[in-house]
């Protein structure tokens, strides 16, 4: 049967990449940027070919956590070569306006930046892209999961229930377009203190268990609310290439090994 020449575009492939996993969260300040880079970094070192395309359109921060800087260049003046650092191949819509100034677009052309990093990137060969989304269930999410073959979604949560309501949300939003939830994982997780080694639920404990239980995904990682951490993420190192022995580190690892 010939198809409707009005049928709206369905997802299409991004050439070369095998599959694409984004990164979520309800809430904002939860980790997501920092859990992207870190499995981006743990994925290439399990020996695969990784990409990472920065979708936080309204606050990018990977380029700062990869150390990646610089204007991406336009050789032919229609494709854009993406950058690399750390065995990961990257994109980001940082990378096209200065540090300080401030993404103030309108939906449509968030879409059009967002469409340009999918089609006009020549991201090369690569096993996984890892699409680090902005927080919430917005026109990027939608976008993202109409345009492109969605592989699947990994929700980043920390404990505490005003966090975990809006990750239902992001979780119910990926159901609705028929991605697959690969896992939660429960990011700051405990804190456990540097001077005397002592473990403290500052956001509760527990919480992205029980709510991945419910929703029948698997829990892939807790991980702590660690300084080392936040300073290698603040460094341009994430702490799975500055630290490949610490136990977060594997942590990292374990869940690139399951996805
Ligand atoms: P999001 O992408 O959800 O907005 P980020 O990844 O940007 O969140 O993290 C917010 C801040 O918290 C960053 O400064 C980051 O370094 C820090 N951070 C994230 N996860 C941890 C952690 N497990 N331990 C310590 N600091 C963390």
Redesign the pocket.
Known sequence: KPKSAAAPKGPEKIPGVDRILAVA?G???????????NLACALAAEGRRVGLLDA?VY?P?QPR?LGVSGRPSSPDGKTILPLRNHGVTMMSIGLMTNDDQAVVWRGPMLMGALQQMMTQVQWGALDVLIV?LP?GTGDVQMTLAQKAPVDGAVI?STPQDIALLDARKGIDMFKQMNVPIHGMIE??STHICSNCGHVEHTFGHGGVAAEAEKLGVPLLAE?????Q??MA??GGAPIVTSQPDSP?TEAFRKVARAL
């Open positions: 969260s809430k904002g300040g939860v980790g997501k940027s920092t859990v992207s880079a936080d606050g921060s956590m680090d927080p980043v990011n700051m991980i702590p609310l660690d300084l951490i936040r993420a603040d977060q």
